[in-house]
């Protein structure tokens, strides 16, 4: 199923689980604005270039929006705009003071070099400098951008404005990034796997994870699960996947990657199909690559009884529901991969304020705010007698519900 209309169903099935206003709900799922931009750009070779670039910004009504940059093939403007409207949800479930945004180019960035990676940044960021800013947009990274890519945007737009470093997240700690968000998505993802299992009686040591995607938030997750003693059983990236039962050594992994940037040939483990990854025997999956992995084609062959969902949307609504006929839990991707915004957002805090804060007081409050939103989903499911997907997304939609009336919203 196409990602927005997935996203839709998840708002349409909260809001009438709420009671919504009809026209409150038309008004809320239709985007505050969308951009779409021509990036061309020579190439090393002196050969142009073209790309589609998008920022989609769904939502304001709870503050500046906010959301990543993408850079893959793939991107499109309805998932772009799926991915902001989760955005809008996520903030509001992690409650902080932000509407959501998303934003992408479709090009490779495997197969660009970092000078023509600077040059298409540099063109985005000069047709959309306008339309971001502290207080109106604040890009962060995605799949295939990172802190050098804050870099750049946050070089190019203070060309135009004034030295602004609150206006992207996720740079590099030179230029004002905050000790700790790097990290911060896989950390969110290891607590909020915590905090589930403790419900059932269970923790992460000794228990078996499987991990799609090995990139930011694929290895981040992987290492802290590897800290407190879990064994990840098989990982994948674009280029292979790597299975062993009695638990990959991840540091090692990571050298292998970090060296070949492939998980192929590595010593520790047996070379598998990464197509079979999400279908491995495992307790808990973690889906941390592209939306829409779980479908209604291999929903029935998961072995997992837990999903974390670190990607955003890697679960389409079939596949919700087959999963959930078997028993799954799935933590889902607006709860489970908010310890990224959160921690954004104690940059762009830190930004204001012009104070740098100790990591140890970063990863103190990235916990306490998840631990909050996951009592908070809880009790959303309390109310409404729902999943923890339908928990998150009726906390989500109502705060974004209350806020847009409170500023004198009418039909
Ligand atoms: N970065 C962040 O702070 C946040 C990210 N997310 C979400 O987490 C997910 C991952 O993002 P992030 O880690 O930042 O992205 P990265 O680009 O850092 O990593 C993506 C990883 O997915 C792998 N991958 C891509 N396609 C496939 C595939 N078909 N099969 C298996 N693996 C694949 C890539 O492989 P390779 O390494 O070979 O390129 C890479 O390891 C996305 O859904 C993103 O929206 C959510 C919240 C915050
Ligand atoms: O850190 C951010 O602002 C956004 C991260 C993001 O894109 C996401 O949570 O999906």
């Not at 990543?68 to 793939?74: A, N, Q, S």
């Amino acid at each position: 199923m196409n990602a927005l209309a997935a996203t839709n169903r998840n708002f349409q099935h909260a809001a009438r689980i709420l009671g919504l206003d009809s026209k409150l709900q038309k008004s809320l799922l239709i985007p505050f604005r969308e951009i779409k931009v021509e990036c061309t750009v020579p190439k090393d070779d002196s050969s142009f270039v073209s790309y589609i670039g998008f920022r989609i910004q769904h939502d304001n009504a709870r503050g500046p929006m906010k959301g990543g940059i993408r850079y893959h093939p793939e991107v499109d403007p309805d998932e772009v705009n799926a991915l902001a409207q989760l955005m809008t949800w996520k903030t509001a479930v992690a409650d902080i003071p932000y509407g959501g945004a998303k934003g992408g180019i479709g090009c490779n960035p495997r197969e660009l070099s970092v000078s023509e990676l600077q040059r298409v940044t540099c063109v985005f960021t000069q047709k959309i400098h306008d339309l971001i800013g502290t207080h109106r947009d604040v890009p962060a990274p995605d799949m295939g951008t990172n802190s050098q890519t804050m870099a750049w945007i946050l070089d190019e737009y203070s060309k135009f404005h004034s030295y602004s470093p609150a206006v992207v997240t996720g740079k590099p700690i030179e230029l004002g990034g905050s000790l700790g968000r790097e990290a911060a998505t896989g950390r969110g993802v290891v607590f909020a796997t915590e905090f589930l299992l403790a419900e059932y009686g269970m923790s992460i040591a000794n228990m078996k994870f499987a991990i799609q995607g090995f990139g930011n938030v694929g290895s981040w997750a992987a290492t802290f699960i590897h800290q407190k003693g879990g064994k990840v059983v098989a990982v994948s990236d674009i280029t292979g996947a790597v299975k062993n039962q009695n638990g990959i050594d991840i540091p090692a992994l990571l050298k292998h990657k970090e060296k070949t940037r492939s998980l192929k040939d590595f010593g520790g483990g047996d070379a598998m199909d990464p197509n079979d990854l999400l279908v491995h025997e495992c307790d808990v999956l973690i889906p941390c690559a592209l939306g829409g992995v779980l479908n209604k084609e291999n929903a029935a062959d998961v072995k997992a009884k837990f999903i974390i969902e670190a990607a955003n949307h890697p679960t389409d609504p079939e596949a919700d529901e087959i999963l959930s006929r078997k028993g799954v839990i799935i933590l889902p991707d607006i709860y489970a991969n908010s310890g990224g915004v959160t921690v954004s957002y104690f940059e762009w805090v830190q930004n204001i304020q012009g104070f740098m804060w100790e990591e140890e007081k970063v990863n103190y409050e990235l916990k306490r705010y998840m631990k909050r939103a996951f009592n908070d989903i809880k009790a959303m499911c309390h109310t409404y007698n729902c999943n923890l997907r339908m928990g998150a997304f009726t906390l989500g939609v109502n705060k974004v519900a209350r806020a847009t009336l409170l500023r004198g919203w009418e039909a």
